[in-house]
């Protein structure tokens, strides 16, 4: 399949996604459907970054319709996380259970509050001609630079991962490894773009980027929690809140010494792919 046409497929079941999860956004029931919505938008901008080479500016409106839209989810889906996260914890906090309770029924509130939010957001008419944006930009998709293919989108994601990792200070910022994260996202789905039609290295590559994605993203989970639960702490929660400090502390400290090894299996992964 050419180049073009499976980015727009790849494109096209993002928007599906975006359309099939919304009823479950909207209901709240199982946070699992603000994921999978939050996915498929960031999916599209991800690759509607690496085929900028071969479509030029033909996406960028929607680029920003779906930058807006990220935004105006993150808060909420941060907070799925957080307590979820806490729940997990929280048993192994006796006798300090009560002040985890205290902590979660605080953010618990400001979900229910960001949520509302939330669900006036989709009934705007912004929201609306975003997906009628996304449906016409497909059918009018073509390609202005025909001598970019998709591996070669794939190979510009990683050289970029590859410098921002090698630019990291020995003791990187929590911002540097966030940000090294976002390229971590880019070049996984670059090289899952590229595997439609490069095969299986590039799955495997791809697999191996969703590694390094996941370890930073458990560091960047724990320096939500630890910022978040400071934030809330009352008298009666000092101790329990003093704990999943020290918990998201360690949890951080571990996926820093994880980054390495992630590291070179991309790397081991990216020669089998480009040889």
């Given at each position: 399949m050419p180049a073009i046409d499976e980015l727009r497929a790849r494109l096209e079941r993002q928007l599906?996604?975006?359309?099939?999860?919304?009823?479950?956004?909207?209901?709240?029931?199982?946070?699992?459907?603000?994921?999978?919505?939050?996915?498929?938008?960031r999916r599209s901008r991800a690759m509607i970054r690496a085929s900028r080479p071969l479509v030029r500016d033909q996406l960028a409106?929607?680029?920003?319709?779906?930058?807006?839209?990220?935004?105006?989810?993150?808060?909420?889906?941060?907070?799925?996380?957080?307590?979820?996260?806490?729940?997990?914890?929280?048993?192994?906090?006796?006798?300090?259970q009560a002040g985890v309770e205290s902590i979660i029924a605080a953010l618990e509130l400001e979900r229910l509050e960001?949520?509302?939010?939330?669900?006036?957001?989709?009934?705007?008419?912004?929201?609306?001609?975003?997906?009628?944006?996304?449906?016409?930009?497909?059918?009018?998709?073509?390609?202005?630079?025909?001598?970019?293919?998709?591996?070669?989108?794939?190979?510009?994601?990683?050289?970029?991962?590859?410098d921002g990792y090698h630019d990291l200070d020995k003791h990187p910022s929590d911002e540097d490894l966030h940000a090294l994260r976002i390229r971590a996202k880019h070049a996984r789905y670059s090289a899952e773009l590229a595997a439609?039609?490069?095969?299986?290295?590039?799955?495997?590559?791809?697999?191996?980027?969703?590694?390094?994605?996941?370890?930073?993203?458990a560091h960047q989970d724990a320096v939500v929690a630890e910022q978040r639960v400071r934030s809330l702490v009352r008298e009666e929660a000092r101790l329990a809140a003093g704990r999943i400090v020290e918990r998201e502390r360690t949890r951080r400290k571990k996926a820093r010494a994880a980054l390495p090894a992630a590291m070179k299996a991309v790397e081991r992964r990216a020669t089998a792919a480009f040889g």
């Open positions: 599906s996604e975006l359309e099939r999860s919304e009823p479950g956004v909207r209901d709240g029931a199982d946070p699992e459907d603000l994921h999978r919505f939050r996915v498929a938008a409106a929607l680029d920003r319709e779906l930058r807006w839209l990220g935004s105006a989810t993150g808060p909420v889906r941060d907070l799925d996380v957080l307590i979820g996260r806490l729940r997990k914890l929280q048993p192994s906090l006796e006798p300090d960001r949520r509302d939010a939330l669900v006036a957001l989709l009934d705007t008419m912004r929201y609306r001609e975003l997906l009628d944006r996304f449906a016409e930009t497909m059918s009018g998709l073509h390609v202005v630079q025909h001598r970019v293919s998709l591996e070669q989108l794939a190979r510009k994601e990683l050289r970029r991962l590859r439609t039609t490069g095969g299986e290295r590039f799955s495997d590559l791809a697999f191996a980027l969703s590694d390094v994605q996941d370890v930073i993203g």
